[in-house]
């Protein structure tokens, strides 16, 4: 089956900063790969996602990058805020498997004033 | 207003006690999901059912279960069989997709710990 492995398991930035979180996965059919990102006490909500025949996506100041020859694929935050503290998930998904989702263990990101 | 709710937000289970986690979505989504959290171990997939009266057994499934009586309900059992329970427990709904596309929505979990 599917596995994915995040890193860093926690990170620390100054406000300002940009922070990088990177994900590789196992599975070549995957093909779908949405970032999640999980606040204290809540559940985890979608921030960005990208499909397989794309490279890049980004959205103001979150963006996403995937390389499928290497098999892993980044969340970039730029211009880092306070409120971006939380635990981001990556996953992956392949076409038939049921729709699940395999996720990566999470980093905890800390944005220090 | 729409969403996943999860009820309750807190629990306590007994020893050789069942306990029912109950998970309710008003988003008209056919697919519904259940997963255990635990520190460091990220988001593992319990069961999951993708339409009423089906549902598959997901990574870590023994000493769970769970019933599809109705497309808005999905009631997860954590069973005395169950040895560790002590978990944040999160219910997600989707709509199946025909292609790559599935965006799962999650609730606010359910923490359960054992007295």
């Known amino acids: 089956g599917e596995n994915v492995e995040q890193h860093p398991s926690t990170l620390s930035v100054q406000e300002g900063d940009s922070a990088v979180i990177k994900c590789t996965y196992s599975?070549?059919?995957?093909?779908?790969f949405p970032w999640y990102k999980q606040e204290l006490g809540k559940g985890p909500q979608l921030i960005i996602d990208?499909?397989?025949?794309?490279g890049e996506k980004k959205d103001q100041r979150i963006a996403v990058t995937l390389n499928k020859t290497a098999k892993h694929f980044s969340l970039h935050i730029t211009e880092t805020q306070p409120e971006d503290s939380a635990v981001y998930f990556c996953?992956?998904?392949?076409?038939?498997?049921?729709?699940?989702?395999?996720f990566g263990t999470g980093t905890q990101l800390k944005v220090e004033l | 207003d729409g969403g996943i709710t999860q009820s309750p937000k807190y629990l306590f289970r007994k020893e050789g006690q069942n306990v029912t986690l109950s998970c309710e979505q008003n988003l008209n989504h056919d697919a519904m999901y259940w997963y255990r959290q635990d520190p460091g171990q990220g988001l593992r997939l319990i069961y999951y059912s993708q339409i009423v009266n089906d549902f598959q057994k997901g990574d870590i499934a023994e000493g769970y279960s769970v019933s599809r009586e109705k497309k808005e309900s999905f009631p997860l059992t954590v069973t005395s069989a169950q040895k560790n329970p002590t978990a944040f427990y999160l219910c997600?709904?989707?709509?199946?997709?025909?292609?790559?596309?599935?965006?799962?929505?999650f609730g606010a979990g359910t923490r359960l710990s054992v007295l």
């Open positions: 996953a992956a998904a392949r076409p038939g498997g049921g729709n699940k989702l395999t």
């Open positions: 997600a709904s989707s709509t199946p997709a025909v292609g790559p596309k599935n965006i799962q929505y």
């Open positions: 599975d070549s059919a995957s093909n779908y």
């Open positions: 990208i499909r397989s025949n794309v």
